[in-house]
């Protein structure tokens, strides 16, 4: 089981931290582009990049922003809205540590979380809040059963 979702069923509150990683790779900008369309050049052709001031090919600032899922798809949250700050460019090959902290939540689930996106160097690249619904109650107690029976849905297991 997800430790993120053990985490959920156990119950959350405001001050708890979630941390995912990964290292973004030009097949996973090439699958983003397909699924999003997003054809930009910066993302594919160096020179038009270099135009920008930028070294190098990056990344999709969404694909990248998409951390959030994982550990929101984890918990369960209910997402009504995300608020992205882009601050430094993400390569190919970079690796990116998502952390995640619940800063406010009330008796029914509505939360609200911030989250900060480092690469390997140690640089902010990308910072976001993110609000929502978090289960409660009866919402935990199908992803307890879900559990039980092995979740089947989930891919992170």
Not at 7 to 30: C, M, Q, W, Y
Not at 97 to 104: A, G
Request: aromatic share 8%; proline share 3%.
């Amino acid at each position: 089981m997800s430790e993120i979702r053990k985490r959920t069923i156990a119950g959350l509150k405001a001050g708890d931290v979630f941390n995912v990683t990964r290292t973004f790779t030009e097949a996973d900008v090439i699958a983003f582009a397909h699924i999003s369309r997003d054809y930009n050049p910066i993302h594919f052709e160096r020179r038009f990049a270099g135009t920008k001031g930028i070294s190098g090919l990056i990344c999709h600032g969404l694909l990248v922003g998409s951390m959030l899922t994982e550990i929101g798809g984890q918990i369960g949250w209910l997402a009504s809205g995300v608020n992205y700050k882009f601050s430094k460019p993400v390569h190919y090959n970079d690796t990116i540590t998502c952390t995640l902290t619940i800063t406010r939540m009330d008796e029914k689930g509505k939360a609200a979380a911030k989250a900060e996106f480092v690469n390997q160097h140690g640089v902010l690249v990308m910072q976001a809040e993110l609000f929502g619904i978090i289960p409660m109650g009866s919402d935990r107690e199908v992803l307890k059963t879900m559990v039980e029976e092995g979740d089947p849905t989930n891919g992170m297991q």
